[in-house]
């Protein structure tokens, strides 16, 4: 036992693998999906280093069924295995057929949106609304369970407020109708984002059902995705803000998980790797300038997580990778970054 298992506690050996209806994961840490963030190289990467699944971003059903040229890029899970594609919206004919499309594209499973907090989703009776009104969502549920063979899974927060907190009683009958596992956020909606995680109130969704219970919220070290299990009874974790310029990340949650120490960081070679397969893959995908500009948060995401783990970025290359116009530039800075004599850390 290493002094790391010594602090935080080691989750017992043969931790069993997740299985979600027909499909059986290698582990039990997740990438959350993130809107404008989760792209499709954002998830390949992660699975890649070992996060047990990844979801796509939110995509409105309707307008991923019309056939919007972003959402069904939103939606694309070439090279991702097991691809999942999340589902949002308000009526069950869009949410079914957009299941309908999901799976004719490949994808192993479909989630359902039923924690997005925005305004904008809300205020069309979407996302976290649907827990002010759980007919509608179950409708919506039985809608999109109808219309696929594959399995159905939802993502909630612990209620609209904390006055109606209705995560299990949702759970509970989501279900009854055929939903295969559950991911709960441990905040309302109404807190949005503020104040901190509640790992300890999704224990009462995981008392309510058999299916496996995801727990999310605030996870950022190993130690805390070990405290959130042991706190919320999950049978694994989403982790989603912690992951974005460290994909790697939810990997080492899962190794630790199975085999009860930590593994290696990344290395110097596998950082700038990934910034550049991240790079070129939106490039790839929207063009020069668009698949950089929507890279930025990414590089710039990268380049802060090098200099939290001791890589010494100078100020020029962490202004010009957010700023630069020219790929050709931002290759060459990453370059610079990981690669430059003197510039790694040595760890
Ligand atoms: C920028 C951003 C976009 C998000 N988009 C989605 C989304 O499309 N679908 C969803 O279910 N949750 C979305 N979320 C919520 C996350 O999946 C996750 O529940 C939340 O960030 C808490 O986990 P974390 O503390 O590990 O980030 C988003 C969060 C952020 C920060």
Same mark, same amino acid.
């Given at each position: 036992m290493n002094s790391y298992d010594e602090k935080i506690g080691k989750l017992p050996e043969n931790t069993p693998l997740l299985r979600i209806g027909s499909v059986q994961l290698d582990g039990c840490a997740f990438l959350a999906p993130m809107s404008g963030v989760t792209d499709l190289y954002m998830r390949r990467i992660a699975r890649r280093f070992g996060a047990s699944l990844v979801v796509s971003e939110m995509v409105a059903s309707d307008e991923y069924v019309?056939?919007?040229?972003e959402t069904r890029l939103r939606a694309e899970g070439t090279g991702v295995e097991p691809h999942v594609v999340q589902i949002a919206g308000s009526v069950g004919y869009w949410m079914g057929e957009a299941a309908r499309l999901a799976e004719a594209s490949g994808a192993a499973i479909v989630d359902i949106n039923m924690?997005?907090?925005?305004?904008? +989703?809300? #205020? #069309?009776?979407?996302?976290?609304?649907?827990?002010? =009104?759980?007919?509608?969502?179950l409708s919506l549920i039985e809608a999109t369970? @109808?219309?696929?063979k594959i399995p159905v899974t939802l993502k909630m927060r612990l209620g609209w407020d904390h006055d109606s907190?209705?995560?299990?009683?949702l759970a509970q009958k989501a279900e009854k109708s055929g939903i295969q596992l559950v991911t709960v956020h441990g905040r309302t909606r109404q807190q949005f984002y503020t104040g901190?995680? =509640?790992?300890q109130a999704i224990a009462a969704v995981k008392?309510? +059902? @058999?299916?496996?219970?995801?727990?999310?919220?605030?996870?950022?070290?190993?130690?805390?995705?070990v405290r959130m299990q042991q706190l919320?009874?999950?049978?694994?974790?989403?982790?989603?803000?912690?992951?974005?310029?460290?994909?790697?990340?939810? #990997?080492?949650?899962?190794?630790?998980? %199975?085999?009860g120490y930590e593994r290696a960081g990344p290395s110097a070679d596998e950082r700038a790797a990934s910034a550049i397969e991240h790079l070129s893959g939106l490039v790839g995908q929207m063009g020069s300038l668009k698949g950089l500009r929507h890279a930025r948060k990414h590089l710039?995401?990268?380049?802060? %997580?090098?200099?939290?783990? #001791?890589?010494?970025?100078?100020?020029?290359? @962490?202004?010009?990778l957010v700023t630069s116009e020219s790929v050709e530039h931002v290759m060459a800075l990453l370059d610079e970054l990981f690669a430059a004599p003197g510039l790694r850390n040595v760890a």
């Open positions: 019309r056939g919007d040229v924690g997005c907090p925005a305004k904008r +989703v809300t #205020g #069309g009776a979407a996302g976290s609304a649907l827990m002010r =009104d759980l007919d509608h969502a369970v @109808k219309a696929v907190l209705n995560a299990a009683e901190k995680a =509640d790992w008392d309510a +059902v @058999k299916i496996p219970v995801i727990a999310n919220g605030d996870c950022s070290t190993v130690a805390d995705a919320s009874h999950a049978d694994g974790v989403m982790i989603g803000r912690s992951a974005v310029g460290r994909p790697w990340f939810i #990997g080492e949650v899962a190794h630790f998980q %199975r085999f710039a995401a990268y380049a802060e %997580r090098a200099i939290f783990d #001791g890589f010494h970025v100078p100020d020029h290359i @962490k202004s010009s």
